[in-house]
C-alpha cells in the first residue's frame, strides 16, 4: 500500500526560527493535508492541498504540493511556543470520494523560548 | 456545534473483556471513521462509514466492530480485548463532498489493555 515518510522523527528549534518539514511518497498522490495534534487532542487539519504545484498559506503556515505529486512541504515561520506538537502529513491517493488518506507517522516539534 | 465527542477519555480493561467506545457528531456529516494511534505509528483506519448503514473494514479491523444507525453515532466495539489494543482512539467526520481528506477528529479515548 502507499507510505508517507515523514523524517526526523523530532524537531527542535528556537523560538522566532522558521522550520519545515517534508512528506515524502514513493507512489503519487492527488490530495495532500497537513494536520497538527496538540498533546491529548485530536488532529486539526491546518492546509489541505488539491492540485499539484499548489501553494497555500495559512497565518505563518505554508504547505506546498509537489509538482511530482510525490511530496509535499509545510513551512512554519516565526514560530512561537504554542507551535509545539506533533504535525502529520496524510495523502490520498484516488480520485473517488470513497476513497481513504494514509497518514505519516508524525514529526514531534519542541519550540524552545 | 459541540463538533466531535467521544466517551470516555480514559478506560482501562482487562484482557478478554468487551466494551464499546462512544462517537458522535452534530454536524451532520455523512462519513465517520474511527483510527487508532500507536507511537510512532501515526493514524491507522480501523472501520469507516459513508452513511447510516453502511460501513466498511479500514486497514486494521480485526478484533473490532461498529454499526451505523443513525448519522450522528459510530460506535466501535471491541469484542474481547487484547493488550495489543492498547492504544489512543479517534473518532473522525466530514461531509460527502469532502470524501474522508477535510476530516473533524474527536479528542481521542485512552484505552489501556492489561
Known amino acids: 500500500g502507499q507510505q508517507l515518510n515523514q523524517s526526523p522523527q523530532s524537531m527542535f528549534i528556537q523560538e522566532g526560527e522558521d522550520v519545515s518539514m517534508n512528506c515524502t511518497s514513493s507512489?503519487?498522490?492527488?490530495?495532500w493535508l497537513w494536520y497538527k495534534q496538540d498533546p491529548g487532542e485530536g488532529p486539526v487539519l491546518l492546509i489541505a492541498?488539491?492540485?499539484?504545484?499548489e501553494l497555500t498559506s495559512n497565518g505563518r503556515l505554508t504547505a506546498q504540493f509537489g509538482i511530482t505529486r510525490k511530496d509535499s512541504f509545510l513551512n512554519i515561520s516565526a514560530s512561537i511556543p504554542s507551535d509545539v506538537g506533533i504535525y502529520f502529513c496524510a495523502g490520498r491517493y484516488h480520485t473517488g470520494a470513497n476513497s481513504k488518506l494514509t497518514f505519516g507517522k508524525g514529526i514531534t516539534l519542541s519550540v524552545r523560548p | 456545534n459541540a463538533g466531535v465527542t467521544q466517551t470516555p477519555k480514559f478506560q482501562v480493561l482487562k484482557t478478554g473483556q468487551s466494551m464499546t467506545l462512544q462517537c458522535a457528531q452534530d454536524?451532520?456529516?455523512?462519513?465517520m471513521s474511527w483510527y487508532r494511534q500507536d507511537p510512532g505509528m501515526g493514524l491507522r483506519l480501523i472501520h469507516y462509514?459513508?452513511?447510516?448503514?453502511?460501513?466498511d473494514q479500514g486497514e486494521v479491523p480485526n478484533g473490532y466492530n461498529v454499526s451505523r444507525s443513525t448519522t450522528e453515532d459510530f460506535p466501535l466495539r471491541l469484542l474481547s480485548a487484547a493488550p495489543s489494543q492498547t492504544s489512543v482512539y479517534f473518532c473522525?467526520?466530514?461531509?460527502?463532498?469532502?470524501?474522508?481528506?477535510?476530516?473533524?477528529f474527536g479528542p481521542g479515548t485512552r484505552l489501556t489493555v492489561t
Open positions: 454536524m451532520n456529516h455523512e462519513y
Open positions: 462509514s459513508v452513511g447510516a448503514g453502511i460501513t
Open positions: 492541498l488539491y492540485k499539484a504545484g
Open positions: 473522525a467526520s466530514s461531509y460527502r463532498d469532502r470524501g474522508f481528506y477535510e476530516q473533524y
Open positions: 507512489s503519487i498522490f492527488n490530495t
